[in-house]
């Protein structure tokens, strides 16, 4: 596994601007490992071709890879690696998954961090599942306040 620094600058943690042909795969499989205490909207995997259709819909105002960057030989060697992703909706949600093996490293922290720095807002909304304490606990980390409670009602058989 990639070496991760400590702390973390916009050296060894940056975002770049999600790209289809490079990332859907790895998108893909950040979202198979998500459980369902993550999920909100996503309740059963889509094929690969619909999320495909998905990232070139544009669904997001910003969508990002959190990559990770070790220095081998400053300044001419490195290896870096995708960790996670980010994204801020047009409706100024931030949602924000770290690949398992990652968590716990201030990555989390750090990308979204920066994803606000990126984009100045007065207010930032953040969509987590109840069930999802190591996300309740992030958020409100991070100077989060919980705000509302949103039920939903499916279809009944
Ligand atoms: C929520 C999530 C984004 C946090 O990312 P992360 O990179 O693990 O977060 P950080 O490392 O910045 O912070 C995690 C906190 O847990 C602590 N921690 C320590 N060891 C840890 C471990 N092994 N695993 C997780 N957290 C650990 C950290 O110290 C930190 O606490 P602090 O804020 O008081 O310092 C990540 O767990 C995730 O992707 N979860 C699945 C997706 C999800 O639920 N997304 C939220 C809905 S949008």
């Known amino acids: 596994m990639i070496k991760i620094a400590h702390p973390l600058d916009s050296k060894s943690c940056y975002l770049q601007r999600v790209k289809v042909d ?14 369902a205490r993550a999920n909100i909207s996503h309740k059963k995997m889509p094929s690969y071709n619909s999320h495909v259709q998905f990232i070139k819909s544009e ?36 949602g924000i998954f ?13 990308a979204l961090n920066e994803l606000m720095k990126k984009w100045p807002r007065k207010r930032f909304l953040a969509n987590v599942n109840p069930k999802n304490k190591k996300s309740i606990q992030f958020f409100k980390n991070n100077n989060f306040k919980l705000i509302q409670y949103t039920f939903e009602r499916t279809e009944q058989k």
């Open 22 to 35: 490079s990332d859907a795969k790895f998108l893909f499989d950040l979202l198979k490992e998500r459980d």
């Open 98 to 110: 770290i690949s398992k093996k990652f968590h716990g490293k201030n990555i989390g922290k750090y």
């Open 59 to 94: 669904p997001y105002k910003r969508w990002y890879i959190i990559y990770v960057r070790h220095w081998i030989d400053k300044p001419h060697r490195y290896d870096k690696e995708k960790v996670g992703s980010i994204y801020l909706s047009k409706n100024d949600e931030i």
